[in-house]
């Protein structure tokens, strides 16, 4: 989705952090939240928004630094890859939401 969105707005170098960070968003609802969620992918320069809805209302946030832990270390990855990050309450849920240069 983020892939195709981006070939069609011209931002081959955002594609690949832009993948990766919305894979990490959609699996920790996934393994963490179990819900339904929505999935977002707007374009509004100079950012390129992702953001993923889910019907948890637990707080996002970044794992320890025990690199030998089996997880955790996703959204340090997505703080990393992106100019801002963070999770707002939404509904009966939360929305967790990344900014990327559009680029």
Known sequence: M??????RWNLPDASGPAALVLSELVG???RHAGTPMQVTVTLRRPYLHL?????????ARAGGTDLHAEGGRG??????????????????????????PAT
């Not at 983020?2 to 070939?7: F, G, K, L, R």
């Not at 990393?80 to 929305?95: C, D, F, H, M, Y």
């Open 51 to 59: 953001a993923v809805v889910d019907g948890s209302s637990a707080q």
């Open 2 to 7: 983020v892939t195709d969105a981006c070939a």
């Open 75 to 100: 959204l340090m990855l997505v703080r990393e890859l992106t100019q801002r990050w963070g999770s707002v309450p939404a509904g009966q849920g939360k929305a967790v939401w990344a900014m990327l």
């Open 28 to 30: 920790n609802v996934v």
